[in-house]
């Protein structure tokens, strides 16, 4: 079986260097995007604990986000790419951790063969932490209702973080 396969940042680095965009063909990479099949979205293990200091004060609370890319791998013979892509959230009471959910979200894509390994791996690397990421948000908010814990509603993500626009630098002359 010819399997190309990635490790994220936690994991062991795959055969192959990661591709980057600048490095693929963009009719290659669009035939990818073309043809990809969403199969499945799943929640494959899951990781969830409360303790009862969480309740004293909420809203002293710190609640923080966080995911990872965990692994990326694509069957070339059978057409399917499947990546795997880590999600937790943390709320610490002082220096204590009260709440804890880590979960692990699968991605499977179909109809890949005959396209190029490097764009598929693209494509996924690209494509799984924004499909994931619904998921992730609404398994919290189930989590959060069943335990009482009411957390506040998570934020949407976007592709690319918001920049205040810079003034225009003007041209000094020389100092004198």
């Not at 709440?99 to 690397?125: E, N, Q």
Request: charge should be positive; glycine fraction near 6%; include cysteine.
């Amino acid at each position: 079986m010819n399997k190309t396969n990635e490790k994220g940042a936690k994991g062991t680095p795959g055969p192959r260097e990661k591709p980057t965009s600048a490095e693929v063909e963009p009719d290659l990479y669009n035939a990818v995007v073309e043809a990809a099949e969403l199969n499945s979205i799943a929640l494959v293990s899951s990781d969830f604990e409360i303790k009862p200091t969480y309740f004293r004060d909420k809203k002293k609370n710190h609640h923080s986000i966080s995911g990872d890319l965990d692994e990326v791998s694509f069957s070339e013979e059978d057409g399917f790419a499947v990546g795997f892509y880590n999600w937790s959230i943390i709320v610490k009471s002082g220096r204590e951790h009260v709440f804890k959910l880590k979960t692990r979200f699968m991605i499977l894509y179909t109809s890949l063969d005959g396209h190029d390994p490097d764009c598929v791996i693209l494509f996924m690397k690209k494509m799984i932490r924004f499909s994931t990421y619904p998921y992730f948000r609404n398994y919290v908010s189930t989590i959060s209702w069943l335990s009482d814990a009411d957390l506040p509603i998570m934020p949407v993500i976007s592709t690319l973080p918001h920049r205040k626009q810079s003034k225009p630098r003007q041209k000094r002359g020389p100092r004198g």
